[in-house]
């Protein structure tokens, strides 16, 4: 009897859980917030991680299995996933979830998008026509995203509708709080100059009032020249600038070599969720990013 009940216990701790729904995200943040909004009822999938730029990713066959069984898909749209995922999607072919279709979110569509591009001309390099993508680090665009993400998982797993809205209203109510606190403590930050590396930390910045005065890339998409690296420089001597912040997936070098060549300290800022080790959700991706900003500014 003592065997079979252990054999009981083996069979059922061995059968693979059984979720309500399959949910691909193309970025971690979305991963991220629609974890909270499920916990553990659906296996959610993200097709990049915080080591990879997302505007350059390879159209893997794991990706096509993983798109063609999902429910649901998360991305960012504004064409930052355009290199990629409608060739994703197009292998995929008999994917349940289509783009255009109701359970395909791209969360572009729910929020404001900022720095319009006024022309287009291929010879600003690779602009994103639509604005930009890199909304995430608005905590605010997070609470419209995920107000999304909430509602439409609700009305497609029913029965754990209720559950999702719970956990959006309680994910809502620790992140509207947070704010305040955030907003609070980077007052310091308020006014000051910045350097980045590409504008995809412009939404962190236009949340807290940070001036971005220059980019490492002379144009979007195109790596810093050495003529370009001067003319930083002497922006730098003529403006007092806080830092000069990259991502964890872009090249260190131009960064580090203004930084020392203007005296301007140099940060790697966390851009999404396993940038860096510290941050394991959203509230620490805020959390962190404004603590190394706060302590790179100095008084
Ligand atoms: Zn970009």
Request: proline letters at 5%; a positive charge.
């Amino acid at each position: 009897m003592k065997k079979f009940i252990l054999f009981l216990m083996v069979a059922i701790l061995a059968t693979p859980k059984a979720f309500a729904l399959n949910i691909f995200t193309c970025e971690p943040e979305w991963k991220s917030l629609t974890e909270e909004i499920t916990k553990d009822k659906a296996d959610i999938y993200s097709a990049t991680n915080a080591s990879q730029d997302v505007h350059y990713i390879q159209a893997k066959p794991s990706l096509i299995a993983k798109i063609r069984k999902a429910d649901v898909v998360v991305c960012t749209g504004a064409d930052l996933e355009v290199g990629w995922l409608p060739l994703v999607l197009r292998k995929a072919g008999s994917a349940k979830v289509q783009e255009g279709g109701e359970n395909f979110i791209y969360a572009a569509q729910y929020v404001p998008l900022i720095e319009k591009p006024t022309r287009i001309d291929r010879a600003d390099g690779d602009v994103h026509v639509q604005g930009n993508p890199h909304l995430h680090l608005n905590p605010y665009n997070i609470l419209k995203v995920g107000k999304v993400i909430a509602d439409k998982l609700s009305e497609i797993d029913s029965e754990n509708g209720e559950f999702y809205q719970k956990n959006f209203a309680d994910f809502s109510a620790k992140m509207n709080s947070q704010i305040k606190v955030w907003e609070q403590k980077a007052l310091r930050l308020k006014g000051v100059n910045a350097i980045t590396n590409h504008k995809n930390m412009s939404y962190l910045f236009d949340w807290l009032k940070i001036k971005t005065i220059g980019t490492l890339e002379p144009k979007p998409g195109i790596p810093a020249t050495s003529k370009h690296l001067s003319e930083l420089k002497s922006l730098t001597e003529q403006n007092k600038v806080a830092f000069i912040a990259y991502a964890p997936f872009e090249s260190a070098k131009p960064a580090e070599w203004l930084a020392k060549e203007s005296r301007v300290n140099s940060i790697v800022l966390p851009y999404t969720i396993g940038g860096s080790e510290q941050v394991n959700n959203l509230f620490d991706l805020y959390q962190v990013s404004i603590d190394t900003m706060l302590s790179a500014k100095g008084n």
